[in-house]
């Protein structure tokens, strides 16, 4: 039997001595005035079992029931199997672990591995010298709360948005841990996240399109088609930025979105109106053999940010609190029925 139950033997035990004190053998005593004291039961499992001769023997002092109890040994044998069986659990150092592991995979499997790399260091500082094992729920609780009265380089204190990317990310490196038997489980399952009221609707006035337009000339003339395809697709300025010719079929007048440059993961395609199809082919005979929509008209190599010149724009423009994904937003707008718009502006 790989599970027993040692309370029979207690049992069988206290009935020995039970007699004995019935014929005067037992001589410690056993009352106190008239109250008698008994030993309380408590059933005291053991796993007992052998794998290619060599046995494997222990307590389960846990266990309520004979189900407990193999549930346990069950979990014995599985660290036997893998290698496990006696070694202590989470004695890797955290900082060691995503260094030299976490972000390693981050960088081959996750297009948001620079977002890892600097919130990481952030986690390695807070939680320095400690093991994967020592990083408990309750300093966890203690680092949300601490990074919530942190100043940043601006002067102002990080957001609750900003505080859940670092728990997601911590989060996300215990459970790579638990994947390769280094922890039993993740600490950050029972941390709640902090309440995120990020919602918002933030739309262009027709006067604040036209002079936010006014701007994209000159040294931003390579902005225009950029944020007048984004106002009329929709297409988040990632995929937009990575769109290919390949991509963009003029005979059905449709662009698709892989599902590699895709947030979802999901391939896409996007309908092109008049005005979509004139700028791009306006852009065709510009692209001089490169498979990038969008170039640079000195160094002629591909755009891949453009957060710079858009805000710079919207400044000289004098338009306040809009950012490039809201163009998303206003296309959706755009392509409302009118009985269906709003009258008022959000800001």
């Known amino acids: 039997m790989s599970v027993y139950d040692r309370s029979q033997e207690n049992e069988r035990r206290d009935q020995c001595k039970d007699e004995r004190r019935k014929r005067g053998k037992d001589k410690t005593p056993q009352t106190e005035g008239n109250t008698t004291r008994r030993k309380r039961k408590v059933a005291r499992w053991y796993y007992d079992f052998t794998i290619e001769g060599k046995r494997y023997k222990g307590p389960i002092p846990g266990a309520r029931n004979r189900k407990d109890a193999e ?6 044998r599985l660290e ?7 070694k202590e659990l989470g004695t890797e150092d955290f900082a060691k672990f995503i260094n030299e592991t976490y972000l390693p995979a981050s960088k081959t499997n996750k297009r948001s591995w620079r977002h890892d790399e600097f919130r990481a260091k952030t986690l390695c500082e807070h939680f320095a010298g400690l093991s994967l094992r020592e990083i408990t729920q309750m300093r966890i609780e203690k680092f949300k709360q601490d990074r919530l009265k942190t100043k ?10 900003s505080v859940n990317h670092e728990l997601a990310l911590l989060s996300s490196v215990f459970t790579m841990a638990r994947k390769n038997r280094l922890i039993r489980e993740n ?8 309440e995120v009221d990020n ?6 006035t027709y006067e604040e399109e036209s ?24 297409i988040r300025r990632g995929a937009l930025l990575a769109l290919r010719w390949q991509a963009v079929d003029f005979k059905r007048n449709v662009i698709t979105i892989t599902k590699g440059k895709s947030k979802n993961k999901k391939m896409y395609v996007v309908p092109m109106n008049e005005t979509v199809r004139a700028e791009l082919a306006a852009l065709r005979p510009w692209s001089n053999g490169c498979d990038g929509v969008f170039t640079n008209p000195i160094t002629k190599v591909s755009i891949t940010d453009i957060k710079h ?3 710079s724009a919207c400044k000289d423009a004098k338009i306040q609190n809009f950012r490039f994904h809201d163009l998303r937003h206003y296309s959706e707008f755009r392509t409302m029925p009118s009985r269906h718009r709003q009258p008022s502006w959000s800001t």
Request: proline share 2%; charged share 25%.
């Open 187 to 194: 600490p950050c399952l029972d941390v709640k996240k902090l």
């Open 152 to 161: 940043s380089q601006r002067g102002t204190t990080f957001s609750a948005a």
């Open 199 to 204: 919602e918002r609707e933030r739309f262009l």
């Open 71 to 76: 549930k346990v040994e069950l979990q014995k």
């Open 80 to 86: 036997v199997y893998e290698g496990r069986y006696g």
């Open 211 to 234: 002079h936010l337009f006014i701007q994209l000339t000159g040294r931003r003339s390579h902005l225009r088609s950029i944020v007048t395809i984004a106002l009329h697709t929709g």
């Open 309 to 311: 010149g858009f805000v």
